[in-house]
């Protein structure tokens, strides 16, 4: 009886390592507005004025866009983490969506929204 010798590859799923790269800076800069969002809000609300009602609720709606970029960032970054594990459509829609809705709340000075755009898009192709 003889055996073959042959290799067996296993091939492992393409990372998407640069649009990892390209989301993840771009998730970064939208979770860095957000909390200065927060943190403008904060000071906005407790530093005493004459119109406290008016100066409260700025402050409140600060806070509330804040921590809505907040929480964009963070799904950016899990879409990252599925591009990067190997699950690249899927992180790469994420983060175009959750990059493109960043706009809304302050988008990372613009930059993190074209940053995270093109790292879905390079997710999407698997680059």
């Known amino acids: 009886m003889q055996q073959s010798n042959t290799q067996q590859t ?3 799923p393409q990372k998407a390592t640069l649009g990892f790269a390209f989301s993840i ?8 507005r957000g909390v200065i ?5 904060d000071i906005i609300t407790f530093v005493g ?4 009602r008016r100066r409260f609720l700025a402050g409140i709606a600060l806070n509330l866009i804040g921590g809505i970029a907040v929480l964009f960032a963070i799904l950016i970054i899990v879409g990252a983490y599925l591009m990067y ?3 690249a459509t899927a992180g790469g829609t994420v ?5 493109v809705l960043s706009i809304l709340v302050g988008s990372g000075w613009l930059v993190g929204l074209i940053f995270g755009v093109i790292g879905g898009i390079l997710g999407l192709m698997k680059k």
């Open 25 to 32: 800076v771009g998730a970064i800069l939208i979770l860095i």
């Open 10 to 12: 296993v091939s492992s």
């Open 85 to 87: 594990t190997g699950a």
């Open 37 to 41: 969002r927060i943190i403008a809000g």
């Open 95 to 99: 983060v175009i969506i959750f990059s």
């Open 49 to 52: 004025s004459d119109e406290v």
